[in-house]
């Protein structure tokens, strides 16, 4: 059970936007779709919606392509655009136009308004609502149909702390109700909170799956600063054992040995230590790491991956 | 397809510019037929019983032309609006058969179109009948095919509508659908068929279908035929939109 993508691609002009993606999203698990802006997280979602038409490729919702899915939107919900509503609509006449194409019950989109806390706003029109108003509108056009997977590009965009822990708490539930999710974010550190399993791409191209851990641990290394009197006593020593050791200005930064292995013996041997501290390495940095190769607009500057649009 | 069709009924119904439009309807070929009432006063007042029959025709049916406009825009306008919004992605995202999304735009445009010409000429062709008695012109539906030159241009109306909703798809945005689908029937038709040769300009989309609300029957375009004629370029040009539909990207406008 899951939704499978083979060999997706996208032109845009000249640009590939999507590159031969092949990208696997389970029933029951959250999927994170990490990547720099503008490596083409929105356009491969779109791709497996049918929304943008893919140049090569398939994309199967367990096995059935989307256009032939006899019940897309119970098959499939999706947010990749918030803003993508008609400003002259109701809330509410909104997602009755949606609930009517899709055969679904008129008591449903009472439901939705309610569990996206939509209620009280339902009767304006979204021409007047901030985006992160939209963004739960949007969210309840994705859960109309309580669909068996949820495709969610950026869902926490706009919305302030309580709407951010309440996206994370619904996905959860839902993947724990066996549905197959799969949120965007150009922030590894906010996915990394909630997601099960991990689809980083650059460029539109693959560049690893797997768990946060299984990332993590491939694209950092954890590095120890020591600042020391005696270090010329202490760096004999740490090499011996493994650690490998490079100078700096003010000290020495060791690889392949942790804090603790390092304090103990410096204590062994009697020698002061001034500083020991482990940069620990962190998701963004894995995650930068990870994608550098791919990033597209990547300046001398801009070393952060959401300044890069 | 019924489901489509519902979800098109409440995209159109939950819209208050589709209602401003169906009324422009009314308003419009009301304030023409009025027009053309006191035109009738001052230029023809004074025709003889039997030259002024085809001129009552005339005073009935003449607000087909600029009513025709306001018709097209509405057609354009439920397809543009969605694609100005990009709320087409939640449409195909319910009905990803996008034939079947356009033929449900089409049963509404259509439906609607019928309807609202329907309500404007029971309007008009009540003032203008009572206009001409209060002038001394009787006016009987069955004469000068007069019937067939309101049902005509009922007909006309609602296939206008229609050629605006193929305008919409082809043009892919509501500025340039509404000014392509205004200029084509006032400006752009009479100068293509300036240039055509004379059998080509006589089968031009409207000059064809105002065959069908003229009386007596216009020379060599029987009324049917006309409207036949426009029907078949309306058909091609929904035809032609949705093939551009089918490749067309929904969500990266």
């Not at chain 2, 169906?22 to 070929?29: E, G, I, N, R, S």
Request: aromatic share 6%; hydrophobic share 45%.
């Amino acid at each position: 059970m899951a939704i499978v993508t083979h060999g997706l691609t996208k032109r845009y002009g000249k640009k590939l936007a999507v590159d031969d993606l092949d990208v696997v999203v389970d029933a029951g698990r959250i999927t994170g779709f990490l990547g720099p802006n503008g490596a083409g997280k929105t356009t491969a979602m779109r791709l497996m919606l049918d929304i943008d038409r893919a140049d090569a490729g398939t994309v199967t919702f367990d096995g059935v392509p989307h256009g032939q899915l006899e019940a897309p939107l119970r098959t499939v919900g999706a947010m990749v655009d918030a803003n993508a509503l008609d400003p002259n609509r109701s809330a509410e006449a909104t997602l009755r136009c949606v609930a009517a194409g899709a055969g679904l019950a008129k008591g449903r989109v009472d439901e939705v308004l309610e569990l996206t806390g939509m209620t009280t706003a339902a009767k304006r029109k979204v021409g007047g609502f901030s985006l992160g108003m939209r963004q739960r509108l949007g969210i309840a056009i994705a859960i109309l149909g309580d669909p068996a997977y949820l495709m969610l590009d950026e869902p926490t965009n706009g919305l302030d702390p309580e709407g951010i822990h309440w996206i994370r708490e619904f996905l959860g539930a839902a993947a724990a109700n066996g549905c197959g999710v799969l949120v965007s974010s150009h922030l590894l550190s906010e996915l990394s909170l909630y997601v099960d399993q991990l689809i980083v791409i650059g460029k539109g191209r693959l560049i690893t799956t797997g768990t946060v851990e299984e990332f993590t641990h491939r694209y950092t290394s954890d590095l120890t600063t020591v600042r020391s009197p005696k270090l010329d006593e202490l760096v004999p020593l740490i090499e011996e054992r493994g650690g490998r050791v490079t100078r700096n200005d003010s000290g020495i930064e060791v690889t392949s040995m942790t804090a603790a292995q390092i304090g103990d013996l410096a204590a062994l041997y009697q020698i002061p230590l001034h500083e020991l501290h482990t940069v620990d390495d962190s998701l963004e940095t894995a995650f930068l790491e990870a994608t550098a190769s791919a990033q597209e607009y990547r300046t001398s500057t801009d070393t952060t991956p959401d300044a890069s649009s | 397809m019924n489901n489509a069709i519902r979800a098109e009924w409440i995209k159109f119904s939950s819209l208050r510019g589709s209602w401003i439009r169906v009324a422009l309807v009314t308003v419009v070929y009301v304030l023409a037929t009025v027009m053309a009432l006191s035109l009738f006063n001052s230029d023809f007042g004074s025709a003889s019983e039997s030259t002024a029959g085809p001129d009552r025709v005339r005073v009935l049916t003449s607000g087909n032309i600029l009513t025709s406009l306001v018709m097209v825009v509405l057609g354009a306008k439920v397809f543009t609006d969605e694609i100005k919004s990009r709320s087409i992605i939640n449409s195909v995202a319910a009905i990803p058969d996008r034939a079947d999304l356009l033929a449900a735009k089409a049963v509404i445009v259509g439906g609607v179109g019928i309807v609202a010409a329907v309500i404007a000429n029971v309007i008009s062709v009540t003032i203008a009948v009572v206009g001409l008695d209060q002038k001394g012109f009787s006016v009987g539906l069955q004469d000068d095919d007069l019937a067939r030159a309101v049902l005509g241009g009922i007909c006309y109306l609602a296939i206008a509508a229609l050629f605006g909703l193929g305008i919409g798809i082809v043009m892919n945005s509501p500025t340039s659908a509404v000014a392509v689908g205004i200029t084509w029937p006032l400006a752009g038709e009479v100068m293509v068929s300036s240039v055509l040769p004379d059998w080509l300009s006589k089968i031009m989309p409207f000059e064809a279908g105002r065959a069908m609300f003229e009386a007596p029957a216009r020379d060599g375009m029987p009324p049917w035929e006309g409207g036949a004629i426009f029907l078949a370029w309306t058909a091609v040009l929904l035809l032609v939109g949705w093939r551009m539909f089918e490749r067309r990207d929904l969500g990266s406008s």
